[in-house]
């Protein structure tokens, strides 16, 4: 409810998709309150070079939320970031982990709230 925006992760799995539903019905739930509450898919810990994830997108679109074209792929530099207490932007700004937070940021800034 302190939010105008919900940023729902979804891992490429058919578990995932399942549980989205019940997430959509509390945003539902909350949207009664707040009409203008926004909400969005994210794809998060995406496999790299596999088609899964197009098909969770593909699952995702008979819901009336949109899905983002960013996605974070699921990479040990999350992992080692976090393990030391860092997040990739600081251990390592060049990398494909950050620049993956970095489009994802950049996406969520341009949307309409």
């Known amino acids: 409810m302190a939010s105008n925006l ?3 992760p979804v891992q490429p799995s058919a578990y995932d998709v399942w549980a989205t539903e019940k997430v959509i019905s509390l945003i ?3 949207s009664v309150y707040k009409n203008w509450l ?3 898919f994210l794809i998060n810990r995406k496999i790299v070079n596999t088609s899964i994830a ?3 997108v593909e699952a995702l679109s ?3 939320i949109p899905v983002l074209k960013s996605a974070i792929c699921q990479r040990v530099a999350f992992a080692e970031s976090a393990g ?4 990739v932007l600081e251990t390592e700004p060049k990398g ?5 937070i970095k489009l994802l940021v ?3 800034l341009n949307l309409e709230l």
């Not at 030391?84 to 997040?87: D, K």
């Not at 494909?96 to 993956?100: I, P, Q, S, V």
């Open 38 to 40: 926004k909400s969005v």
């Open 54 to 56: 197009k098909d969770v």
């Open 62 to 64: 008979g819901y009336k």
């Open 6 to 8: 919900v940023l729902i």
């Open 96 to 100: 494909l982990a950050a620049t993956e």
């Open 28 to 30: 539902q739930e909350a």
């Open 84 to 87: 030391i207490g860092c997040t």
């Open 106 to 108: 950049e996406e969520l």
